[in-house]
């Protein structure tokens, strides 16, 4: 079929899926003869190059798998019925999910002993892989269809591109091969249609141009075959229907105070407020007034401030906010959550918008899930919440202990009422909980200390304030909330970022600078906490669009060219969240720019036909052989195998109180007292300070460091670097004139702490600790296929693909 406009190839591709599909069920033994010269061929080539697991890898990913969509259920109208028979059948659904889970026959998965330092890795499905056409059409808007049908392209940085659970899928070995160990996906559960999918309407299924439940199921069990355990992303502070509406207007500000008054008096009147005109596509089981707060729609101040208004306000028009204090809504609704667990067995949840829901809910809902999962064998069950607040008592209040005592409820800081009555309800069941005995979130987003690093690392502030975070009062406080995993600094486990889906991409004003990304990298898989990787950082995408637009008219490229020119401006919702959202699979129409040669040139807007991606290791979309991804690849190996790096604390040793300066810290194993071994101590020179000169500089911190100790770069392990005391029995470290180039790092450990350096990785790594999971099997597994993508392998394995493309895939 060669169609090339994308609005007509949209119903040739259902036509061409169901001809997959139809492939799909044909067993091998019944293609023809040539066929299955040309498949066995292939797939001894792909075995020569990457083994028989990466030959089963190379074919599975051209299937449709799990193409069982669920039958749609019946949903109990809360107006009919009443409260209590919903409550009974969320609570039904529970069992029903477990039934269901046990009937396919999938293991389930226990929870990572912890989850410090963890390498996390973001993906938007929409934007990140096509993996199934037929779906792509299931829940796209009808005014995206109609637009694309009628040639008007100007929507489309903000349309549904295609992206799927089936793509997600398909490039598990890549992320294996990066060396990730959790996957954050973002939300998969029905919505408006919008592509983010944080508009939720229905919190009971999938949204089908993701995937079916039965998908989410399938990519989860494939992801813990690849040693990934999965976040499943939530949406708890509201509801999308824009048919319903509010029958008269309501008093914001007055409205919202009142919620607030009665939130820290512990006195909630679910009575109050104006009443809701529900439409015949509400959700059935909220349709009534007593589960929402009905104080009408939020501004850009309101709901990034902390007034009542962020607590209690909607977010926009159409998004109506949960009456969190209600506890029949907490029950219900945390039982639907419940069910992801059972039917899909997610390793966490990640809460999004926490910061706008009450405390008591916080409370209920991450104690009541940690103990469910545990029923089901998760005995470390992860609840991170995506808490935004400025102000850092805000964010204190929903972690870990949530300024009380677990065990002493009425003995607390400044906490609303709310808050302390459930907890007094939930003591004994937090307490029975060995893994985390408090009420709270098990973890958030450090912001503060990201942010702050994010702006020193882009030279928009001194490099000293990066060090100034780790002795301040914001620090200080979140600490003091905290709940340390086993073994774990208290802060390991917090997830810090330089980029993700809400922030401008790091490169986005530099978008030439890999040099400045590495370092950015290097301080995030170095520094303390769990990293996230945004889907494509380690292709060095930037969010700038490429200078041709080819898609419309003349009238269409410079509207497209009107949101590209925003770029330049990031300050909070002047960003376009489209220049964050870049696509990542070859046949998407929103292909933005990288500061990789490579990659950049593949940079387009187009109305590109839809099309499955090549299997990941010859997919021209992710180029593994460049520096950006080597850098990266390595470092996240480094991490998982020196405990310092994964699950340690932080000493200062030197951070230039100028922008673009010089940094220097020691990371510690957590728990070793005073003892250096295992230290790794990292030097970076963030950028545009030109080069520093590496002659001896103190060694901080109470640790009995040895004198005359030899470390060595990891990176490079001929550069040498040794203790030495001073007169004062200071330690220093002693570079001996060593340069250090604008944008490079040194990561040195104890000579003898490491293993033999590995070429294919490009560094040495710790002694201490295994690299966990199939990629940090050095000498066999996926790290022994690594590095066979160049010379006559690569051709082979180009040669591969493109045979088994083919059989898979001609019409």
């Known amino acids: 079929l060669q169609v090339t406009d994308f609005s007509a190839i949209l119903l040739a591709s259902q036509a061409k899926s169901l001809f997959q599909s139809q492939t799909d069920s044909v067993s091998f033994g019944a293609m023809s003869a040539i066929s299955r010269?040309?498949?066995?061929?292939?797939?001894?080539?792909?075995?020569?190059?990457?083994?028989?697991?990466?030959?089963?890898?190379?074919?599975?990913?051209?299937?449709?798998?799990?193409?069982?969509?669920?039958?749609?259920?019946?949903?109990?109208?809360?107006?009919?019925?009443?409260?209590?028979?919903?409550?009974?059948?969320?609570a039904q659904r529970l069992v029903k999910g477990e039934?269901?889970?046990?009937?396919?026959?999938?293991?389930?998965?226990?929870?990572?002993?912890?989850?410090?330092?963890?390498?996390?890795?973001?993906?938007?499905?929409?934007?990140?892989?096509?993996?199934?056409?037929?779906?792509?059409?299931?829940?796209?808007?009808?005014?995206?269809?109609?637009?694309?049908?009628?040639?008007?392209?100007?929507?489309?940085?903000?349309?549904?591109?295609?992206?799927?659970?089936?793509?997600?899928?398909?490039?598990?070995?890549?992320?294996?091969?990066?060396?990730?160990?959790?996957?954050?996906?973002?939300?998969?559960?029905?919505?408006?249609?919008?592509?983010?999918?944080?508009?939720?309407?229905?919190?009971?299924?999938?949204?089908?141009?993701?995937?079916?439940?039965?998908?989410?199921?399938?990519?989860?069990?494939?992801?813990?075959?690849?040693?990934?355990?999965?976040?499943?992303?939530?949406?708890?502070?509201?509801?999308?229907?824009?048919?319903?509406?509010?029958?008269?207007?309501?008093?914001?500000?007055?409205?919202?105070?009142?919620?607030?008054?009665?939130?820290?008096?512990?006195?909630?009147?679910?009575?109050?407020?104006?009443?809701?005109?529900?439409?015949?596509?509400?959700?059935?089981?909220?349709?009534?007034?007593?589960?929402?707060?009905?104080?009408g729609a939020n501004n850009v101040t309101d709901t990034s401030g902390e007034t009542a208004a962020a607590v209690f306000g909607d977010f926009v028009e159409g998004m109506f906010d949960y009456n969190t204090q209600n506890q029949d809504w907490q029950e219900i609704f945390t039982n639907l959550l419940k069910y992801w667990v059972a039917f899909a067995d997610v390793d966490g949840l990640r809460l999004d918008a926490a910061k706008h829901v009450t405390a008591d809910f916080i409370a209920y809902l991450s104690t009541e899930l940690r103990a469910y999962a545990m029923k089901l064998g998760k005995a470390n069950f992860l609840v991170i919440g995506e808490e935004a607040s400025r102000e850092e008592s805000w964010k204190a209040l929903g972690l870990g202990r949530m300024m009380s005592d677990p065990e002493d409820p009425e003995s607390h800081g400044h906490v609303p009422e709310a808050l302390t009555r459930r907890m007094l309800d939930l003591k004994s069941t937090y307490l029975a909980n060995p893994s985390f005995p408090a009420p709270g979130l098990t973890s958030l987003y450090n912001f503060n200390m990201s942010g702050t690093a994010r702006d020193a690392l882009r030279c928009d502030q001194e490099t000293k304030s990066i060090e100034d975070y780790f002795s301040s009062w914001a620090r200080e406080i979140l600490m003091a909330q905290s709940v340390p995993q086993k073994g774990a600094a208290p802060d390991a486990h917090l997830w810090t970022v330089v980029e993700l889906h809400d922030w401008p991409r790091f490169l986005g004003l530099y978008p030439n600078r890999t040099d400045m990304l590495m370092a950015a990298v290097t301080w995030l898989l170095t520094a303390p906490g769990a990293p996230i990787l945004y889907y494509g950082v380690e292709q060095a995408y930037n969010g700038n669009c490429p200078s041709q637009i080819d898609i419309g008219d003349a009238s269409v490229a410079s509207s497209i060219r009107e949101v590209c020119d925003m770029g330049a401006q990031e300050m909070y919702g002047s960003h376009p969240d489209s220049l964050k959202r870049q696509d990542m699979f070859a046949s998407g129409p929103w292909l933005l720019g990288s500061s990789i040669e490579e990659v950049d040139r593949l940079a387009r807007i187009t109305n590109a036909t839809p099309a499955v991606s090549k299997p990941w290791q010859v997919d021209e979309m992710l180029p593994r052989d460049h520096a950006m991804y080597r850098h990266t690849r390595k470092l996240v190996a480094l991490r998982r195998s020196c405990p310092a790096l994964s699950s340690g604390s932080i000493v200062w040793h030197e951070a230039q109180p100028v922008h673009c300066g010089f940094m220097a810290y020691s990371r510690l194993p957590f728990g070793n007292g005073s003892d250096a071994a295992g230290e790794v101590v990292v030097l970076i020179n963030s950028r545009g300070g030109g080069e520093v000169l590496l002659d001896s500089f103190p060694l901080n911190g109470n640790v009995n460091r040895v004198d005359g100790q030899w470390y060595v770069n990891a990176m490079n392990i001929s550069q040498r670097v040794q203790v030495r005391a001073s007169g004062d029995s200071a330690m220093h470290l002693m570079t001996s004139g060593q340069v250090l180039e604008a944008g490079d790092i040194m990561v040195l450990v104890q000579e003898g702490s490491h293993l033999p350096f590995n070429d294919t990785l490009g560094i040495a790594l710790c002694k201490s600790a295994e690299v966990s999971g199939k990629s940090g099997e050095v000498s066999s597994g996926t790290l022994g296929r690594i590095g066979t993508s160049g010379g006559a392998c690569g051709a082979i394995l180009s040669l591969a693909a493109l045979v088994l493309n083919t059989i898979a895939f001609a019409p």
Not at 60 to 83: M, N, Y
Not at 111 to 121: E, I, K, L, N, R
Not at 200 to 210: C, E, Y
Request: charged fraction near 20%.
């Open 99 to 295: 039934q269901n889970f046990a009937a396919s026959g999938l293991p389930r998965q226990t929870s990572p002993d912890s989850w410090a330092g963890v390498v996390v890795y973001q993906i938007m499905p929409d934007r990140f892989n096509n993996g199934n056409l037929s779906n792509d059409l299931a829940n796209m808007p009808q005014a995206q269809q109609d637009a694309m049908a009628g040639n008007n392209w100007t929507g489309v940085p903000d349309w549904r591109h295609g992206g799927d659970l089936q793509g997600i899928r398909d490039r598990l070995g890549y992320l294996e091969d990066l060396g990730v160990q959790t996957l954050w996906i973002t939300p998969v559960l029905m919505n408006d249609g919008g592509y983010h999918g944080y508009c939720n309407t229905d919190p009971t299924t999938t949204d089908p141009s993701f995937g079916s439940p039965e998908e989410l199921r399938d990519l989860v069990a494939d992801a813990h075959r690849h040693g990934i355990t999965v976040v499943l992303d939530v949406v708890i502070n509201h509801i999308c229907d824009p048919a319903t509406t509010y029958a008269s207007p309501p008093e914001h500000e007055p409205c919202a105070d009142r919620w607030n008054d009665m939130y820290w008096n512990g006195t909630a009147d679910n009575t109050s407020g104006v009443g809701m005109n529900f439409s015949s596509s509400f959700f059935p089981p909220f349709r009534t007034t007593a589960f929402f707060n009905r104080c």
């Open 37 to 90: 010269v040309l498949a066995s061929s292939a797939l001894l080539w792909w075995s020569a190059c990457a083994g028989p697991a990466g030959a089963e890898e190379l074919a599975a990913p051209r299937r449709l798998r799990s193409s069982v969509v669920s039958a749609k259920e019946e949903l109990p109208d809360i107006e009919v019925v009443g409260v209590e028979a919903v409550k009974d059948w969320a």
